[in-house]
């Protein structure tokens, strides 16, 4: 017979629960970077130098020194190749099992958010140029 069979696989159930997520005011959607080990961001949170982990242009994380969920406080900082002293108020929005504080930030003034945008974007081209190094010997 000239008739061709055509034959489906019966798809398997995935047994793995799907998790989803759903953003929440803890979560950063933003691209973070970490600062060089040479050039670190380190600033005053409520009495104590914190070394800043990891930055995006919606917030930080930084290793908790006995700080607490809800904690707010105007910051200083300087970014590694930026003339301009960032200044943001800086909340606290959870500290992980790992000791780390995941902070946003607060009603922060656009040229200083501008100010971090470059900084992610030159910290995401070192990151890269360090990568093509590595994969060409």
Known sequence: TGESKLFWKKKKSSKSPIAIVNPTADSRMAFRVNPVPGAPIEFDYREKT???RDISSTGMA???KGFREGD???VIFRLPGEDLAVSAK???LGIDRNKIC???FLNMKQEFEEAINRYVLSRQKQDLERRKKLSHG
Do not use: N, T, Y
């Open 62 to 64: 930084f290793f908790d």
């Open 50 to 52: 914190v070394m800043v």
């Open 72 to 74: 707010i406080q105007s």
């Open 90 to 92: 800086l909340e606290i």
């Open 102 to 104: 995941h902070c946003r």
